[in-house]
């Protein structure tokens, strides 16, 4: 809301700098101040920063384990949990298994998942999350009543997280590198 104010703000103040440059009052003494010069420095600084996150973020992580101790991880508070790239694939997914999903069917959801899920999963739809064990998971949602299991992954390994893709799992849609694979299996207990 404050932006149409400090344009104005900012627009006075480069035309009386200006306009002091022309009468020759002035030879770069803003230039001096020591304030001044800093902050247009780290404007400067966070503007291209700001800028080139994007680019970077899309190539950071492809072909290394998560977390990264690359710079854009380290210095920007949001990191993505899944690549720029399978953004779209994620939320088709989500939105296929909220149109397939009914009463008796549960999904299961690594934690890179569960933020997507619960933004595009309606709230009548049970997710059973996990970090690293997927089995464990499976065996909750069966021991919680479901009749179908559910499962949102890469269609190929793409080595973030450490998770691979247990045997029990059959996919059934593909939504470019993203999948939703169907638990086919037995009861895990006891395994």
Do not use: C
């Amino acid at each position: 809301m404050l932006a149409f104010p400090f344009s104005f703000y900012a627009v006075r103040g480069l035309t009386r700098l200006y306009g002091r440059f022309i009468e020759g009052k002035t030879r770069f003494s803003w230039l001096s101040n020591r304030k001044a010069s800093t902050m247009i420095v780290l404007t400067f600084v966070l503007g291209v920063g700001y800028l080139i996150t994007p680019v970077l973020m899309t190539y950071v992580g492809d072909d290394i384990s998560v977390p990264s101790k690359t710079w854009t991880y380290s210095y920007f508070s949001t990191t993505p949990t899944v690549p720029y790239k399978d953004v779209e694939g994620v939320t088709l997914a989500m939105d296929w298994l909220n149109s397939n999903l009914y009463g008796t069917s549960g999904v299961v959801l690594q934690y890179a998942f569960l933020e997507w899920g619960e933004l595009g999963l309606d709230d009548s739809h049970e997710i059973v999350h996990f970090v690293s064990d997927v089995d464990l998971a499976v065996n909750t949602a069966l021991e919680e009543g479901f009749e179908s299991v559910f499962f949102v992954w890469w269609n190929e390994p793409i080595g973030w997280y450490g998770v691979s893709l247990p045997d029990y799992f059959v996919g059934l849609e593909d939504f470019g590198r993203i999948s939703v694979y169907s638990y086919e299996g037995e009861n895990l207990v006891g395994n």
